[in-house]
């Protein structure tokens, strides 16, 4: 387990010195230089690998647009803790945030094993409708009940806010209620992209 991250952040180092652009470098460089990142950083030196993860969690509580720190905490989430939704959701924020990244390709192929991993751990529960990323194992609250429980939809070719209505509520009419749960995450005209996490309501 350690060793596939090691290698994982080795590989994301090695991109970073060959191929990012200077100006992805500098906002990568400023994304992490703020003190709840460099907390995370140093736990995560020291091996601390669950401490960085709510590190990283409190830096986006506080920053939610900062890129790279929505990839440093996918990767743990998908190597370390094998919450793969949780991996998704920071690598799409990530490809959302920086689109203009040289990372992307190696980004979607994690992207598709984490959903790979995500189908073989829970069976037949496929990666169109799935749960929020779990709680932090060390603070484990109550059970959530089946109605606060947040369900999450990966956008796929051809969706639209109507159809995937029609599909999770049986009423295409329901699409607003998609919409407004996604503000700032779709836009006025309603256009979706394939891959896109909306959050259902």
């Known amino acids: 387990m350690n060793r596939l991250f090691l290698v994982t952040a080795l590989a994301l180092a090695i991109l970073g010195q060959a191929g990012c652009s ?23 030196n020291k091996g601390d690998k ?25 990767l743990l989430l998908h190597d370390y803790e094998k919450d793969y939704v949780g991996a998704i959701y920071h690598y799409r924020r990530y490809l959302e945030l920086r689109t203009a990244t ?18 073989a ?12 990323p779990r709680q932090d194992p060390a603070a484990p609250g109550p059970a959530p009940s089946p109605a606060a429980r947040v369900r999450t939809y990966s956008v ?20 607003r209620k998609i919409k407004d749960a996604n503000i700032g995450t779709v836009d006025s005209s309603g256009k979706l992209r394939v891959g896109q996490i909306l959050i259902i309501p």
């Not at 992805?24 to 995370?40: G, I, L, T, Y």
């Not at 669950?50 to 996918?74: F, N, Q, S």
């Open 156 to 175: 796929q070719q051809n969706d639209t806010l109507s159809s995937i209505a029609a599909e999770v509520y049986k009423d295409a009419n329901a699409w």
């Open 22 to 44: 200077k100006s992805v470098k500098r906002m990568d460089r400023r994304d992490r230089s703020s003190p709840q990142v460099q907390e995370a950083i140093g736990l995560l």
């Open 102 to 119: 040289e990372k992307n390709e190696m980004i979607q192929g994690r992207i598709n094993e984490a959903s790979q991993a995500f189908v």
């Open 50 to 74: 669950a401490g960085a993860i709510k590190a990283y969690k409190r830096a986006l509580d506080t920053e939610p647009l900062l890129a790279r720190v929505h990839l440093d905490l996918a």
């Open 121 to 132: 751990q829970n069976g037949k529960a496929g990666p169109r409708e799935i749960s929020r």
